[in-house]
């Protein structure tokens, strides 16, 4: 019997993650939670980040998965060691794949990152960075209001391209030759940014940085029947679902909602 792959985000910007995996791994069985419910983790306290993501790791080990993917920048910059507490399966976070694309990409070793407000405050990416190159200068800051933009459809819109703007005037003087896109959302605004950033600076897309990480897990050719899809979510399903298809090439099929019990969410399925 396969095995699935679990995959948890916050909500919905995971999507971006899970549709790499998917485009890389068309035979894997994949599982996927949102947790509707408590999204954003971003502004919210360490504590709070990793109590919900070992609520949601724990969610997914109940599904017999083999490896856990963990799309949210947030909750990979706090929650990591705690998470490998849980369980022997390997646990993939976005930052690890993400430093390690933006360090073989710059030349100048001049690399920017941006993301959530919880992702820049942990300096996650900037120790990455340093442990793989001691020579690279970093540059972080903050977008909070793109995740807004994302959720609300306006991606390529001239509100967009404004708040661009302002928040990535801090890179103008920086000379950076790198830049990463360090939350699950913003490659939803990579046309908007790569516009700002200007044609000089590469965007390193964490989503897609994961999937070629997972081939070292992954024998990709394992399997001849194309893998299954389950999505679950913790509140407004109905929302997920809309914003699901304008991410996703496929409209989610199998969508359930749980709920949170006693600090476990419960399937009724399982
Ligand atoms: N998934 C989060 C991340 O990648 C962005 C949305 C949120 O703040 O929860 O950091």
Partial sequence: MKQPIGIFDSGVGGLTVYNSIRKHFPYEDLIYFGDTARVPYGPKSPNTIIDYSLQNARFLLQHNIKILVVACNTSSAYALPHLSNLSDIPIISV???????????????????????????????????LKLNP??????????????????GWQDSQVAYDIANHYLSFFNDKEIDVLILGCTHYPLLKNTIQQVIGSSVTLVDSAEAIANYLCDYVDRDRYEVPGKDRFFVSDNEDKFARLAERILVNHPSYLKRVRLYESWFVDSTV
């Fill in 95 to 129: 930052i690890d794949p993400g430093a390690r694309q933006a360090v073989t990409l710059s030349q100048k070793s001049r690399i920017g990152v941006i993301g959530t407000e919880g992702t820049i405050r942990s300096g996650a990416y900037t120790s990455e960075i």
């Fill in 135 to 152: 020579q690279t200068q970093i540059w972080a800051v903050a977008c909070p209001l793109f995740v807004p933009i994302v959720e609300e």
